[in-house]
C-alpha cells in the first residue's frame, strides 16, 4: 500500500512501490496486489482516507490476503485500528525492513544491533498485541503488587535494550582497538544504494568471496580486506551495508559501529547501479544518509557499475560527458576495473606528504624497513651518503623518525633526518 504523501518526497510512487514489491519479496511475501492514494493529509487514526480503507478491505478479501505491508511508516495506532478494519496483519516498511535484517544477519555484531532496532520499534507497539495484557499480576520481581503484563512486557524489553545497548558498546571498543591497528594503512569504504554491486566489486577487487545475491540487504556485515590487485601499497577496502530510502532510524543508529567504517575511512567508492533507471535518486538517498553520519566531508569516487545492462550506448556516452571525473565498469565483465585501480592510486598518492631523507652508507640496512613506512620515489648516491626521496603516508613520517632514533640510540650513529 503506498501513498504520495502532501510533503512528497524524492523518490517516486512508482519506484517506491516497486522497491517495497522487492523487499516483500526478499522478506518471503507474496505480493498479490498494489494500491496506492494521494493524500492532502493524513488521517491520524487510519493513516488513509475512510473510502480508500474500504476499498483496501474489499482487496484484502478478495485475495485472501493475510498481510497489507505499507510503504510508511505507520503509527501504533494506526497499526491497531487498520488491523481491526481488514481484519489481517499490517506491516509498514520499516518493519518490513528490519525483518530481512533479522533473517540476513549472521555475526554476533549484525545479530545484536538488529534484535536492539526491533525492540526499540516493538516497544511502543505493545499495547492489545496479546490477549493477556491486562491481567493484573504480582509477586517478587514485579514493580507494583498489581503491575499489568504489559508493563512488565515493557520493563522486560526496556532492560533487553540496556543489554544489548551494552554489548554493542563493548563490540564498538573492540572495533575500535581494530581501526587503531590499521591506522597508518590507506582505507577505502564502498557506500551506496542496496544491490547495486558493491559486494560484486569487493570480490572483484580482493577475492573476499562475499556473498552476492540479486537481492536487497544480501549481506549486512561490514567485510574488510586488503586489497590484492597490483596496488603499488597496502591498501584496505571494507564493504558495508546497503543503504535504502526510508532506511528506520533504529536502525541507522543501531548499526552505528558498522557504519563507523565509512566515517573512519580515507576515500569513499560511491557505487552507483546506472542501469537503474532511478540511480539519480538512489546517489541523493546516499549523500543524505552520509551527511547524517557526518561523513560527507571524506574524499570520494563516483563509480557507475553495471555498464554492461546499458542497451543504449549513446545514454551512457552522454552521462560520461555529464560525469566527467567519475570510473566506469563492469563488475561481471571486469571492464573499467584498471581504470578505478588508476582513481584509486591517484587519491591516495594526493595524500602523501613529500619527504626527503639523508642516510651514510652504514645506515642502508635500514632501507628495507624504510621503505615499508613510505616509499622511495628516487634514490641519489654520492661519495658519502645516500638521499631517499619519499612519499609518506600520514603518519609515516613520524614513524621514520622514531626508526631513526631507535638506531641512532642504538650507538650506530644515524644521521639526522632533513625535513
Not at 507474496?30 to 474489499?58: C, H, M, Y
Not at 569513499?268 to 540511480?279: A, F, G, I, N, Y
Not at 652508507?361 to 628516487?378: D, G, N
Request: hydrophobic share 35%.
Amino acid at each position: 500500500m503506498g501513498a504520495v504523501l502532501p510533503a512528497g518526497g524524492a523518490v517516486s510512487l512508482e519506484s517506491s512501490l516497486e522497491e517495497l514489491d522487492g523487499l516483500a519479496t526478499t522478506a518471503g511475501y507474496e505480493p498479490a496486489g498494489v494500491l496506492s492514494q494521494r493524500l492532502t493529509r493524513i488521517n491520524p487514526k487510519t493513516f488513509l482516507g475512510e473510502g480508500k480503507v474500504e476499498e483496501l478491505g474489499q482487496v484484502v478479501k478478495m485475495h485472501d490476503a493475510e498481510v497489507v505491508i505499507f510503504d510508511e511508516d505507520l503509527s501504533p495506532g494506526q497499526t491497531r485500528n487498520l488491523e481491526k478494519e481488514l481484519g489481517c496483519r499490517i506491516i509498514d516498511r520499516s518493519w518490513l525492513i528490519l525483518e530481512i535484517f533479522n533473517e540476513h544477519a549472521h555475526t554476533r555484531e549484525a545479530k545484536t544491533q538488529v534484535e536492539l532496532a526491533r525492540l526499540k520499534y516493538a516497544l511502543p507497539r505493545l499495547t492489545r498485541m496479546w490477549g493477556h495484557l491486562s491481567r493484573q499480576r504480582g509477586g517478587i520481581g514485579l514493580k507494583d503488587v498489581g503491575e499489568t503484563q504489559i508493563q512488565l512486557d515493557r520493563r522486560l524489553i526496556r532492560n533487553e535494550i540496556s543489554k544489548l545497548e551494552k554489548k554493542l558498546q563493548q563490540i564498538e571498543r573492540e572495533k575500535k582497538t581494530q581501526r587503531k591497528s590499521r591506522q597508518s594503512i590507506y582505507k577505502v569504504a564502498l557506500v551506496g544504494y542496496t544491490n547495486v554491486g558493491k559486494s560484486s566489486l569487493m570480490n572483484q577487487m580482493t577475492g573476499a568471496g562475499t556473498l552476492v545475491e540479486d537481492k536487497l540487504f544480501a549481506t549486512l556485515d561490514a567485510t574488510v580486506r586488503k586489497i590484492q590487485k597490483n596496488f603499488p601499497f597496502p591498501i584496505l577496502l571494507a564493504d558495508t551495508v546497503g543503504l535504502i530510502n526510508k532506511l528506520p532510524h533504529d536502525l541507522v543508529a543501531s548499526f552505528k559501529s558498522t557504519l563507523d567504517e565509512v566515517r573512519y575511512a580515507d576515500l569513499l567508492l560511491k557505487v552507483e547501479d546506472v542501469s537503474h533507471p532511478d540511480h539519480a535518486s538512489h546517489a541523493e538517498t546516499t549523500d543524505r544518509l552520509l551527511h547524517e553520519l557526518g561523513a560527507d566531508t571524506i574524499d570520494s569516487l563516483r563509480v557507475f557499475n553495471k555498464i554492461d545492462r546499458v542497451a543504449d550506448k549513446s545514454v551512457l556516452e552522454e552521462a560520461k560527458r555529464r560525469y566527467p571525473d567519475a570510473v566506469w565498469l563492469s563488475c561481471k565483465t571486469g571492464e573499467g576495473m584498471e581504470a578505478l585501480r588508476k582513481s584509486i592510486v591517484g587519491c591516495y598518492e594526493k595524500k602523501l606528504g613529500g619527504y626527503r631523507l639523508e642516510l651514510d652508507y652504514e645506515q642502508t640496512r635500514l632501507v628495507p624497513e624504510i621503505r615499508k613506512l613510505a616509499f622511495v620515489t628516487r634514490e641519489d648516491y654520492s661519495g658519502e651518503n645516500i638521499v631517499l626521496h619519499l612519499k609518506a603516508p600520514p603518519g609515516g613520517k613520524e614513524k621514520i623518525e622514531a626508526l631513526l632514533a631507535a638506531f641512532k640510540a642504538s650507538g650506530d650513529g644515524l644521521a639526522v633526518p632533513l625535513p
